[in-house]
């Protein structure tokens, strides 16, 4: 008994090592919606960016945006601006405020807040309509933001 | 391949003008069985004036074989569950023995009731759907038991009432002691649910006309409850619809028949006062 408790910390407090360099949803530092700092202190990867904000159960962008680079990926939406030449227009700082909290940026905007975890009304459990679990959690991992500030920092023109 | 790259600029190019041409709410006519002509846009009531200017069917924005459909009855397959309905209403139940018909006559004699629902019941003092009023009509009046609020026999059921007031403007009264109901209904229209924080506001006034996906974002009325979906291909009941787009912004949904779906029917039903009643509508 006396092991298995001990194993148990062990484990957790590795587990907690591994993801030290992460930040949390609740401790990103937003200076007017930027944000400076990666989430991760890994590079992001512009190839895995590009699946997510064109995955349907992913960043599902797309289904708000165009973006000619994904031309194949049909029924892209037109809620908000395209998103070419979206790394002239911002800074990869600029574009990861956006990603993460778009609503600090763009005060009102219908663009979801990808890696936020309170303040909503009626969180629900994913798209099944139940009340949201303890299984709750930001809707992109900060890798994935990384990945998708990494393409993004991909579309000029 | 500068030839290559050219060619799939003048793709995008044309595939965006495209998508703007399908995007907007189509110029055309609803006119049922070459006969009763449908209001599908008018001018936007007085209680949401500073919102819309005009307020517009679902048809609308719908493709063209799906707005034919709805046209004739024959192609509408909504219609074949009015039938089933019309047997119903001529069906005695329960333990008084009595049909719809045994005190409310011939079905097409409820012509002007679907206009003005949901709407204030001074007996149960609530404002009472369609479905509340039907359900409360078996119980009460029919000794027959509830039927499930979403259910088949009563999503039926409004059909046939909606079908014999096609045309007919939708009038519910937001006034009087339906006042506090049709507030909280607007409240709820313009809070923002779920992870993703979106209202329906976001969604029906903001952006009608646009693409959000596949989808081609209407008003959100439901002057066409209930609809035949050629997704699921049944009539779908109008809280069902509601159930679903909060779903859509990954919240917690109300349950069909709570009080705050009541009011939001409500609300909604309010911002289509004018729109001719189309139901059962044919949606994809």
Not at chain 1, 86 to 115: C, H, Q
Not at chain 2, 144 to 173: F, H, I, Q
Request: hydrophobic share 40%; charged share 25%.
């Amino acid at each position: 008994m006396r092991i298995s408790i001990l194993t148990m910390a062990v484990v957790a407090v590795s587990a907690a090592a591994l993801s030290a360099a992460e930040i949390d949803p609740k401790e990103v530092n937003y200076e007017d919606g930027v944000v400076k700092a990666s989430l991760t202190g890994v590079a992001g990867d512009p190839a895995n960016g590009a699946e997510v904000v064109g995955n349907k159960s992913l960043g599902n962008c797309v289904a708000c945006h165009q973006v000619s680079d994904l031309a194949d990926i049909p029924f892209q939406g037109e809620i908000g601006p395209p998103l070419d030449g979206a790394a002239d227009r911002w800074s990869e700082a600029e574009l990861r405020g956006i990603v993460a909290n778009a609503k600090i940026m763009f005060e009102d905007t219908m663009m979801p807040a990808f890696y936020k975890v309170d303040g909503f009304i009626r969180p629900g459990n994913a798209y099944t309509g139940e009340a949201a679990d303890e299984t709750f959690g930001p809707l992109l991992s900060a890798q994935q933001i990384e990945d998708v500030v990494a393409y993004l920092s991909t579309l000029k023109e | 391949m500068t030839n290559f790259k050219q060619a799939i600029g003048v793709f995008v190019v044309a595939s965006t003008v495209a998508m703007g041409a399908v995007a907007d709410p189509v110029d055309d006519t609803l006119v049922l069985n070459e006969e009763t002509t449908i209001v599908t846009r008018t001018a936007a009531p007085a209680h949401v004036a500073d919102a819309l200017d005009e307020v517009m069917s679902g048809w609308l924005f719908r493709g063209t074989e799906t707005r034919a459909m709805q046209a004739d009855d024959f192609d509408n397959p909504g219609m074949i569950f009015v039938e089933q309905a019309e047997d119903t209403w001529n069906t005695a139940e329960g333990t008084e023995g009595k049909s719809c018909a045994d005190c409310h006559g011939a079905s097409d004699e409820m012509a002007g009731v679907r206009p003005t629902f949901p709407k204030w019941n001074d007996a149960a003092e609530e404002v009472f759907t369609l479905e509340m009023q039907i359900n409360d009509c078996r119980e009460n009046r029919m000794g027959a038991e509830k039927w499930k609020y979403t259910g088949g026999d009563m999503v039926n059921m409004t059909a046939l009432l909606a079908s014999v007031s096609r045309g007919m403007p939708v009038d519910v009264a937001i006034d009087g002691p339906a006042q506090s109901t049709w507030e909280d209904g607007k409240e709820l229209y313009y809070t923002r649910t779920g992870q993703l924080e979106l209202s329906c506001a976001n969604c029906h006034e903001d952006s009608y006309g646009l693409m959000i996906r596949a989808d081609h974002l209407s008003q959100g009325q439901i002057n066409g409850f209930p609809v035949y979906r050629l997704k699921n291909t049944k009539l779908n009941a109008v809280h069902d619809r509601f159930k679903g787009c909060i779903r859509d912004t990954r919240a917690e949904t109300y349950s069909p028949g709570s009080p705050e779906f009541v009011a939001l029917e409500l609300y909604v039903a309010s911002r289509g006062n004018g729109l001719s009643v189309e139901g059962p509508a044919v949606r994809n």
